[in-house]
Nanobody, 126 residues
Framework: QVQLVESGGGSVQTGGSLRLSCVVS????????IGWFRQAPGKAREKVAN????????SYADSVKGRFTVSQDTAKKTVYLHMNDLTAEDSAMYYC???????????????????WGQGIQVTVSS
């Protein structure tokens, strides 16, 4: 059974940093993509970033480019989301997801991902 377990969320002040971790179960195929999505109250779910396990290629939403970095430690079966220069607009529930690639790249839409973690809250306050 595929399991994704997030950790590392919490509260931080504007301009601060957090690192989210997602431990990926051994049943996730090495050809898979791991995506980070977020959803704030009253807003649509949106892509944050993704990484292709096989080659480490990454993709980011425009709103987080230059501030967030997604990386992986294949030995630990863990994917990280490093978040810097956080603002109130980054406050949301963050989800780690897994799914097949959309052709040569990882999908940007939430419905491209079959498996979801339980989510973890990130709150940024001034």
């Amino acid at each position: 059974q595929v399991q994704l377990v997030e950790s590392g969320g919490g509260s931080v002040q504007t301009g601060g940093s957090l690192r989210l971790s997602c431990v990926v179960s051994a049943y996730v195929r090495s050809s898979s993509c791991i995506g980070w999505f977020r959803q704030a109250p009253g807003k649509a779910r949106e892509k944050v970033a993704n990484i292709k396990i096989a080659d480490g290629s990454t993709s980011y939403a425009d709103s987080v480019k230059g501030r967030f970095t997604v990386s992986q430690d294949t030995a630990k079966k863990t994917v990280y989301l490093h978040m810097n220069d956080l603002t109130a607009e980054d406050s949301a529930m963050y989800y780690c997801t897994a799914g097949p690639p959309a052709g040569p790249v990882c999908g940007s839409n939430w419905y491209s991902y079959d498996y979801w973690g339980q989510g973890i809250q990130v709150t940024v306050s001034s």
